[in-house]
């Protein structure tokens, strides 16, 4: 059994949440915040047999594209403001970031 635990952008996830239902996957969806662009993402929790990860990959790949985005940079709190850029600038989004672990019990109340 495998946990996939998979961070995508909030514009992938209803597309995301269906596909995995459609394919009969059980996924629980956790709201997240981005650390690099202080965006939303959903954070999808998806367990599994082994030999349905690649499966599930697969779904999360064809539904979780990357795009080109502009994103106003945040001023810096400290610091020097002499490297500071005032216009946005544009930068990849989307896709998924995906780690799949090893899970040694599973237990359904």
Excluded at 10 to 34: E, I, M, W
Aim: charged share 20%; with cysteine; proline share 5%.
């Amino acid at each position: 059994m495998k946990l996939i635990i998979a961070v995508v952008q909030d514009q992938d996830s209803n597309r995301l949440s269906s596909a995995l239902v459609d394919h009969n996957f059980r996924a629980t969806k956790l709201a997240s915040t981005g650390g690099f662009l202080k965006s939303g993402n959903t954070t999808f929790l998806i367990g599994t047999e082994d030999i349905r990860v690649d499966k599930a990959l697969q779904i999360i790949k064809d539904n979780c594209q990357s795009r080109d985005q502009l994103v106003a940079p945040v001023s810096p709190m400290g610091g020097s403001a002499d490297s500071y850029v005032p216009y946005p600038v544009e930068v990849e989004v989307g896709g998924a970031t995906v780690f799949v672990l090893p899970i040694e019990q599973f237990h359904n109340f």
